[in-house]
């Protein structure tokens, strides 16, 4: 059965793209320039983890569309927010509606490619902050997605019960290779390690007792 | 309160339009261009329709990024079929995943320029035929990108349980300018009158007992 991946280039993506590739999925990958401030260095590593896993990648260009979309994340916004990724302050870095659109477009291109699922990254260390990564919403895009498209395509979110130190732990496993990925929010291409996204995944190595293969600056 | 509708330039939706301005809302229009073969002249009608009602309209480019999803609506992909619009040759000129990729970039919009509502043209006799047309994915739909905005966005499809013939009651009530609606699904700036979107059409306004206003090649 074949999957399209949401593939950003972070961990979480990273190791859905090695779980699915572990189950012997026919996959599609698909990444996103949305206009944030890391995407360039996101997309980078996404084409990276592609090239690693022998699977095609696809890059879909929404900057022009979600122009003007209000967030701290987004190119041309107020600063990044330094702070642990379950702080309030994080919540500055919601972006409107963007899993919404992801799903979306991933369901079209899906059908479109007769795979029969969309795989997303969306786990539980997400649902804090971000509306369109909790499960409630995840249980009724599922349902609007299946409606939708006639039954045809179903997304599935593997992770959405765990937390980026499982995740981890379960793509450790998997060998993913986490020197390619890139987590930090921040326009520059040495991650900072004070952004939330930094915190997250630094705690994340260090509950698995394991060294981050990426530098920071801090 | 604030609306960004989806105009197509269609009938739907010019009475949609209408209607929320006789509601006194304050209104944003929003069409895509999604590369069908009817794309250029409904978006010349949705932007004469904007213009005629003096709200703003923004043409939002999908035609990259649905480029390869295969409908005979598509450029480049099989004829437009001919026949009665709830006939099964019409399940060709279905778009995968139109709706809800629409609907979600329409949510983050209004999110951004603080809209509380997306309004849809979508109606009852859009069901036999598009799966994201009918009221369970609706209801569906409206619930995710209500959870998946954090309550910030609903939808709203004021003739969803109103077929073509009660849009066009409605809409010669409100002095929708009919004239500058587009319907025909083909390419070519003459309506064809053959297609199943035209013959829906001469339907309404045959059961309404008035004359449709724009020219027919058939």
Not at 22 to 46: D, P, Q, T, W
Not at 93 to 104: C, E, G, L, M, Y
Not at 144 to 151: R, Y
């Amino acid at each position: 059965m074949k999957a399209v991946i949401s593939l950003s280039g972070g961990m979480d993506s990273a190791t859905v793209l090695a779980l699915a590739a572990s189950e012997g999925r026919k996959i599609s990958c698909v990444g996103f320039n949305y206009g944030s401030k890391h995407n360039r260095y996101e997309n980078l590593a996404a084409s990276s983890l592609a090239d690693h896993y022998k699977v095609p990648f696809r890059l879909i260009d929404l900057s022009g569309i979600m122009k003007g979309f209000v967030s701290n994340l987004m190119k041309g916004e107020k600063e990044i927010p330094e702070g642990h990724y379950e702080d309030s302050s994080m919540s500055l870095t919601v972006v409107p509606a963007r899993n919404i659109i992801f799903a979306s477009i991933l369901a079209g291109i899906a059908w479109s490619e007769n795979a029969k699922e969309v795989w997303l990254g969306i786990h539980s260390g997400d649902r804090a902050v971000y509306p369109d990564c909790r499960p409630e919403f995840f249980a009724a895009m599922n349902e609007a997605i299946s409606l939708g498209t006639d039954g045809k395509i179903r997304l599935k979110a593997p992770f959405l019960s765990i937390n980026k130190v499982g995740i981890l732990e379960t793509g450790l496993k998997l060998k993913v290779p986490y020197e390619k990925t890139r987590t930090c929010y921040k326009d520059q291409s040495i991650s900072c390690g004070r952004c939330g996204a930094c915190q997250e995944r630094r705690e994340a190595f260090s509950l698995n007792g394991i060294e981050d293969p990426i530098p920071y600056e801090n």
